[in-house]
């Protein structure tokens, strides 16, 4: 029987939100209603008995375990030695994404909520087979994380009015041409009148 649980991919502050350095992705989030179709799905979730986890990244003061010269993005961001620091309002969830009885699993290192984190234990001690993706971005995190949860025997959907990346014509290439490989893709109205059901 299938057991879908809904993943939350860094909709967090610094990232989205109020204390972003991503102003494009900002941007792009509101021209497609990300954080207002996020909110609509995951109150459907909930009511539907689904488990929803928001996968955040954070840097631990001194950037220990993310010191790293293997990637550019990375290598940028730790050049802020405040930029998404443990402990701080950026990487807080935005706060109308969060409820109590959430989950949070954390990452200090990578694009991929599955790495280096207990997601995947997580997900299988709640029986869970199927994963719905939502959040940032479509650049790395949200193909990052299809790819990854089809490799550990998961079944993937991705919400496509509730993910963003940019530009936008690269956004819905890689929906179009890398995303529909490894997942379905439905807006989060189509899933919230099937968890009605």
């Known amino acids: 029987m299938e057991r879908v649980a809904v993943l939350v991919m860094e909709m967090q ?24 179709n996020a909110t609509r799905l995951l109150q459907a979730a909930r009511q539907a008995g689904l488990p929803v986890i928001h996968c955040t990244a954070a840097f631990r003061p001194g950037r220990a375990g993310s010191h790293t ?3 550019p993005f ?60 939502l959040g940032v971005s479509l650049n790395l995190g949200i193909p990052g994380l299809a790819l990854e949860a089809v490799n550990l025997g998961y079944r993937v959907t991705v919400v496509t009015d509730a993910v963003a990346g ?8 890689v ?5 529909s490989l490894l ?15």
């Not at 929906?175 to 995303?179: E, P, Q, R, Y």
């Not at 997942?183 to 099937?194: F, I, M």
């Open 13 to 36: 502050r610094g990232v989205v939100g109020d204390l972003t350095k991503f102003p494009e992705l900002v941007e792009a989030c509101a021209r497609h209603d990300v954080t207002a």
């Open 69 to 71: 010269a293997n990637c």
């Open 74 to 133: 990375i290598v940028s961001l730790l050049k802020d030695p405040r930029h998404m620091l443990e402990g701080t309002p950026a990487i807080e969830v935005l706060p109308e994404l969060r409820e109590d009885g959430d989950l949070e699993s954390r990452r200090h290192h990578g694009f991929s909520p599955f790495t280096g984190t207990s997601l995947d234990m997580t997900l299988r001690s709640l029986g869970v087979t199927s994963v719905v993706a």
């Open 166 to 173: 940019m530009p936008e014509e690269y956004a819905r290439a």
């Open 175 to 179: 929906l179009k041409h890398t995303i």
């Open 183 to 197: 997942a379905t893709r439905a807006t989060a109205a189509d899933l919230v009148e099937a968890w009605k059901r």
